[in-house]
T-cell receptor, first 113, second 113 residues
Framework: DAKTTQPPSMDCAEGRAANLPCNHS???????VYWYRQIHSQGPQYIIH???NNETNEMASLIITEDRKSSTLILPHATLRDTAVYYC??????????????FGKGTSLLVTP | DAGVTQSPTHLIKTRGQQVTLRCSPK?????VSWYQQALGQGPQFIFQ???????QRGNFPDRFSGHQFPNYSSELNVNALLLGDSALYLC????????????FGQGTRLTVV
C-alpha cells in the first residue's frame, strides 16, 4: 500500500472549514484513499473514502486531485467535537486479502472556540 | 444495535505473565482485526480473523496469538508480557468483502509493570 504524508498538527476556528491535506504521491491505480479519525481515548471512526472522484457524506467531503497524488479532507463547519487525530490511509479495496489498515501518525486537529 | 465491544477496558499485568483480551464484533460482521496502539502512535495491525482462521498478520512476534469463535467473537492472547507491550489494544470488525468501513471498539488499555 502507498505511503501517505500528513502535517503533524493543524488548528481551526470553530464554525470555519477545516481542510486537512494528505500527500500520497506513490498511489497506484487500484488504491483507494480512506480517512479515519480518533477522538481522544476512543477507537478510530471511519469518515469517508474515494478512488478518484470527489466524495461527500454527512460528515465530510473528500477532494482528490486529478493525478491522485494528493487529497484533502474537508470538514465544512468544524465544531469542538471535531478535535481529533485524523488519519489518511491508502490501500486496495478490501477483498480476499483482508482489511488491514496501515495507520501513520495522522494530523492532530485542534478546533478552538 | 450494539457496536464493537471489548473487555476488559483496563488491565494491569506483571512482566512475564499472559493476558487474554476479548472482542465481540458489530452485529452482522464476520471479520475481526486486532491493532496495537502505543502512546502517541497510530494503531498497528496485529492480525485478522475470518471463518475462525488467521487470514492476515502484521509484524508481531508469535507471543501474540488469537482465536475466533463460531459466533464471530474473538480473543487476543499475549504470552510472556514485556514492558513494551503496554498499549491500547483495539478490535475492529467488518465484512470481508463489500463494505468499506471497519468499526472499532473503545479498546483495552493494557499496562505491564
Amino acid at each position: 500500500d502507498a505511503k501517505t504524508t500528513q502535517p503533524p498538527s493543524m488548528d481551526c476556528a470553530e464554525g470555519r472549514a477545516a481542510n486537512l491535506p494528505c500527500n500520497h504521491s506513490t498511489i497506484s491505480g487500484n488504491e483507494y484513499v480512506y480517512w479515519y479519525r480518533q477522538i481522544h481515548s476512543q477507537g478510530p471512526q471511519y469518515i469517508i473514502h474515494g478512488l478518484k472522484n470527489n466524495e461527500t457524506n454527512e460528515m465530510a467531503s473528500l477532494i482528490i486531485t486529478e493525478d491522485r497524488k494528493s487529497s484533502t479532507l474537508i470538514l465544512p463547519h468544524a465544531t469542538l467535537r471535531d478535535t481529533a487525530v485524523y488519519y489518511c490511509i491508502v490501500r486496495t479495496q478490501p477483498g480476499n486479502s483482508g482489511y488491514a489498515l496501515n495507520f501513520g501518525k495522522g494530523t492532530s486537529l485542534l478546533v478552538t472556540p | 444495535d450494539a457496536g464493537v465491544t471489548q473487555s476488559p477496558t483496563h488491565l494491569i499485568k506483571t512482566r512475564g505473565q499472559q493476558v487474554t483480551l476479548r472482542c465481540s464484533p458489530k452485529s452482522g460482521h464476520d471479520t475481526v482485526s486486532w491493532y496495537q496502539q502505543a502512546l502517541g502512535q497510530g494503531p498497528q495491525f496485529i492480525f485478522q480473523y475470518y471463518e475462525e482462521e488467521e487470514r492476515q498478520r502484521g509484524n508481531f512476534p508469535d507471543r501474540f496469538s488469537g482465536h475466533q469463535f463460531p459466533n464471530y467473537s474473538s480473543e487476543l492472547n499475549v504470552n510472556a508480557l514485556l514492558l513494551g507491550d503496554s498499549a491500547l489494544y483495539l478490535c475492529a470488525s467488518s465484512l470481508l468483502q463489500g463494505r468499506a468501513e471497519a468499526f472499532f471498539g473503545q479498546g483495552t488499555r493494557l499496562t505491564v509493570v
